[in-house]
């Protein structure tokens, strides 16, 4: 069965600093990937996706992912942290069998240390 | 922001009552879901509807029921309220196939007590 995991289910890291949150999915051919973030009090919205093509795909908000077959990784970063990037991410793949389900990573709250 | 509207945004009642979840959408989009987010667990699919009056089951639909008589209202019910039930219920909505993105709702607060 398709999975996704998502290591750490908090990462701190200080303004200024790399922000790396990790996403491993288990499936038998290529997925669609997506990285969505939730604001405090608010819904999800979409960060970036990768369906096909190129590996590396940039996002709103300076973040970007790149999808590693090898490790089936979809890991996201973003150079620079800022106190607004606060927030708790998801990551997510698309079902094989069904267009309209997505299976959810179970969340990384980013913390933002001043 | 898309036109997503999701009412009551908290709503607090007892084990064994009915209760319905409503969500509103002006973006006319034809695709609807209603799901369920839990510390640990993300978001799982309760239940989806891919046009008037089709419906479709998801991963936890167990206890929960959905209507959608016209495009732009999708609601949830839970025909007999427990205290499993507590969590946080996002509707989203899609133009087409989840190839494009989900657009979600604030957010229903329910508490089962």
């Known amino acids: 069965a398709q999975s996704v995991t998502q290591l750490g289910s908090h990462v701190s890291v200080s303004e200024g600093a790399l922000v790396l949150l990790r996403c491993n999915y288990s499936?038998?051919?290529?997925?669609?990937l997506f990285w969505y973030v939730q604001y405090p009090n608010q819904g999800l919205q979409l960060l970036l996706k990768y369906t096909t093509g190129a590996t590396l795909v940039k996002g709103i908000n300076g973040f970007e992912a790149e999808f590693k077959k090898s490790e089936t990784s979809f890991h996201l970063t973003k150079p620079s942290a800022h106190m607004s990037d606060a927030a708790e991410y998801f990551c997510a793949v698309r079902r094989l069998d069904s267009n309209y389900q997505l299976i959810w990573g179970a969340g990384t709250k980013l913390i933002i240390k001043p | 922001d898309a036109g997503i509207t999701q009412s009551p945004r908290h709503k607090v009642t007892e084990t064994g009552t009915p209760v319905t979840l409503r969500c509103h959408q002006t973006e006319n989009h034809r695709y609807m879901y209603w799901y369920r987010q839990d510390p640990g667990h993300g978001l799982r699919l309760i239940h989806y509807?891919?046009?008037?009056?089709?419906?479709d089951k998801g991963e936890v639909s167990d206890g929960y029921s959905v209507s959608r008589s016209k495009t732009e209202d999708f609601l949830l019910t839970l025909e007999s309220a427990t205290s499993s039930q507590t969590s946080v219920y996002f509707c989203?909505?899609?133009?087409?196939?989840?190839?494009?993105?989900?657009?979600f709702g604030s957010g229903t607060q329910l508490s089962v007590l």
């Open positions: 989203a909505i899609s133009s087409t196939r989840l190839d494009e993105k989900l657009f």
């Open positions: 509807s891919y046009g008037v009056k089709d419906t």
């Open positions: 499936s038998s051919v290529p997925p669609y």
